[in-house]
């Protein structure tokens, strides 16, 4: 045995609740599990490493279902304007303005704040995805889900009127494809790497290379991750494209796409019937409340969904907006969201939020057969939190147990101290092994800087809300 970490209390995730064990125990042989249960039945004595989980909660690593990590070098540069704005005026100029280099550098900065934050697994949706597998995930050392993202519009939007119909570049959407189809052939054998198609949205892309992309899909057996009625600027394209009556998800089942091979992101367009449908036809969902709250001013329908019995997990999206990708963080904006949304404070209770954040993003990745749970078998994606910190204490087991809404409520990210991915520590003692930190956050600092100083006469012309904002001292 490579790793024991003994008496802990475990957060299994195993049986549809948290499945808790106190004085529990795991241990670790070469990337899996080997052991999952009391402390009383593991000898540790043969193990390499045994760390004493006394005052730790041992737990599967999170899932960050969908994340636009080259975003985090825009950090703070778009948010609190309307919606109608976000993505073209006030986000387009930054995004337009930054180099490979600088997507790298935000992507490296993105993925290490998941990963101190508990994060084990990353859905990432990006452009170039392969060139972040590359040059992030793989030397970090983390389990990533690669979406290609697939669109045929020019990413300077910023002169584009609130009706004006995107205008569809199909050289652009052919190379997506092509790289999307080259994720297979270069990631397909890696186990730290799972490859999805990423059709980024329906007003941002063909019908008929839709249908090209969803047939390669289904011959390679993986899932379409696709942004789904996200907001008014996909309501009102789609009313132009495909008619007055059409809906993202009309027009999507029309197109035969709506199924059990679909995870649609954010979903709080649709209507309580639309949700009904998408459920039924087995497609799953991934919602991202801080990025939609502070973009749009709305509450996913993650606990709608998740109600009708519809398969849920959490993302944090990209900084600009919600301002983190911390997975903790998330789940707190879920549970305490849904329960104002739906004016009822035992809506998406504590239990099921971290179970979104778990398992329930392993099941939207289709990945989880290996991770999500600890049991025996499966991927050791593991991480210890610091149950004795001030923001979590106290942490009580009589007469019931107070770790899970502690750790949901009150958790910052913080409090992490350990992370395993596939057996592989990556953060001891709050120490991020595979690169300097510093560094990581120094380059973002200096590019960062660079990057808004070439923007800014772009983001001035394009004349968001921020320009005023910031002509008026505010920002």
């Avoid at 795991?26 to 599990?33: F, M």
């Avoid at 991750?225 to 999507?252: C, D, F, K, P, W």
């Avoid at 504590?350 to 990945?367: D, M, P």
């Avoid at 025996?376 to 210890?384: F, W």
């Amino acid at each position: 045995m490579d790793t024991a970490i003994v008496d802990t209390t475990l957060l299994t995730f195993a049986d549809g609740s948290p499945g808790v064990v106190e004085e529990g125990a795991v241990g670790i042989e070469d990337d899996e599990l080997a052991y999952v249960g009391p402390a009383a039945d593991l000898d540790p004595g043969d193990a390499a490493e045994v760390i004493d989980g006394d005052g730790l909660v041992t737990m599967p690593g999170l899932v960050d279902a969908h994340v636009h990590s080259k975003h985090t070098l825009l950090r703070g540069g778009a948010q609190d304007v309307p919606e109608i704005e976000w993505m073209n005026r006030a986000l387009g100029p930054l995004s337009a303005a930054a180099t490979p280099e600088d997507r790298v550098a935000g992507a490296r900065l993105g993925v290490l704040e998941a990963t101190l934050a508990g994060a084990t697994t990353v859905g990432e949706y990006a452009d170039h995805v392969g060139d972040l597998v590359e040059s992030v995930y793989r030397p970090f050392g983390t389990r990533v889900v690669a979406i290609e993202t697939i669109n045929e519009v020019r990413e300077d939007r910023s002169d584009l009127g609130p009706r004006d119909l995107y205008e569809f570049d199909r050289e652009r959407g052919e190379a997506a494809l092509t790289r999307a189809n080259a994720l297979f052939d270069d990631h397909g054998d890696d186990p730290l790497v799972t490859p999805m198609y990423g059709p980024q949205a329906l007003d941002m892309i063909s019908p008929e290379l839709l249908e090209r992309v969803h047939e390669a899909a289904r011959e390679r057996e993986a899932l379409v991750h696709m942004h789904v009625a996200q907001g008014e600027r996909e309501a009102i394209q789609i009313e132009e494209r495909y008619g007055a009556e059409e809906t993202t998800v009309s027009a999507l089942d029309d197109l035969g796409v709506l199924g059990p091979d679909l995870l649609a992101a954010h979903c709080h367009g649709t209507t309580p019937e639309e949700r009904a449908r998408m459920v039924e036809a087995g497609a799953s969902m991934v919602g991202c409340p801080s990025s939609i709250g502070a973009i749009d001013g709305i509450v996913p329908p993650m606990a709608h969904f998740s109600d009708l019995g519809g398969t849920v997990g959490l993302g944090t999206d990209q900084a600009p907006g919600p301002g983190h990708h911390d997975m903790f963080r998330e789940t707190r904006t879920a549970a305490i969201l849904s329960k104002t949304d739906a004016t009822d404070p035992t809506a998406m209770p504590a239990w099921e939020a971290l179970s979104l954040a778990t398992v329930g993003g392993a099941r939207a990745l289709g990945i989880e057969d290996r991770v999500g749970t600890l049991e025996v078998g499966k991927q050791a994606d593991v991480i210890t939190v610091d149950t004795t910190a001030p923001a979590v204490a106290p942490t009580v087991d009589r007469p019931f147990h107070t770790v899970v809404p502690n750790l949901v409520h009150s958790a910052t990210g913080r409090e992490v101290r350990d992370v395993f991915v596939a057996g592989e520590r990556v953060v001891a003692d709050r120490e991020f092994l595979p690169a300097d930190a510093g560094a990581i956050v120094a380059e973002a600092r200096e590019r960062a800087t660079d990057l808004f100083d070439r923007a800014a006469d772009d983001w001035r012309a394009a004349g968001s809300e921020l320009v005023d904002h910031a002509d008026a001292g505010r920002l």
